[in-house]
């Protein structure tokens, strides 16, 4: 084969291995400025939330979301309470007590205690890599925090965080480095967040 043949052969093969690859990260975004943290405030298993009836104290009380989604209430037995909000809980109590002929016009109120089912993952050069509970308002170097902080070879201002937003995968840059410097401003981070911070290239 010439060998004008073979560059060209080399060309077609370089550009369909990159449309490929285009098209493979079609659905994922980079980007510096982050998408907004938005409250996921749906309940989920190992949540914990509190139910008050007026005037039905023996039928008040905390509850926990169990593996599969429920609780068990008194009088009403397995209620599923997974992915919703807590004025939705209220309200399913309230019908299920009222459709039962249990309680004529019960006035239910539900307030969380604790999540535990909002969760972010942070990888990579950390100290102790793992999945921990989302606390409210947790920015990206807290989250780091609680892996152990950076390892060694941590490529700070490398980090990267990755979000679902709808049906896209958004990443975003966050320059740890100078956010411990006052130079940059530090990011919230939300449920499902993966922080990923890569080592240094020597």
Do not use: W
């Amino acid at each position: 084969m010439a060998r004008s043949s073979r560059f060209l052969l080399i060309l077609i093969i370089a550009s369909l291995g990159f449309g490929a690859a285009a098209c493979s990260k079609r659905a994922v975004q980079v980007t510096e400025v982050p998408p907004p943290a938005t409250d996921d405030t749906t309940l989920g298993p190992g949540d914990v939330f509190n139910v008050r009836i007026y005037g039905e104290e023996e039928l008040s009380g905390s509850h926990q979301v169990a593996p599969d989604g429920t609780i068990d209430f008194p009088l009403l037995g397995s209620v599923d309470v997974n992915g919703l909000e807590p004025p939705d809980v209220a309200d399913q109590i309230q019908r299920l007590l009222k459709e039962r002929d249990l309680l004529r016009d019960p006035h239910v109120s539900v307030y969380v205690e604790r999540y535990v089912s909002k969760r972010v993952s942070v990888v990579g050069a950390v100290a102790n890599p793992g999945t921990f509970v989302l606390e409210p308002g947790m920015t990206v170097v807290e989250a780091i925090s609680m892996a152990g902080g950076f390892s060694s070879l941590a490529d700070r201002d490398g980090t990267v965080v990755t979000r679902r937003v709808g049906t896209e995968l958004v990443r975003y840059r966050v320059p740890v480095a100078k956010v411990a410097k006052g130079q940059a401003k530090d990011i919230e981070v939300a449920a499902g967040d993966i922080v990923f911070v890569p080592e240094r290239l020597f």
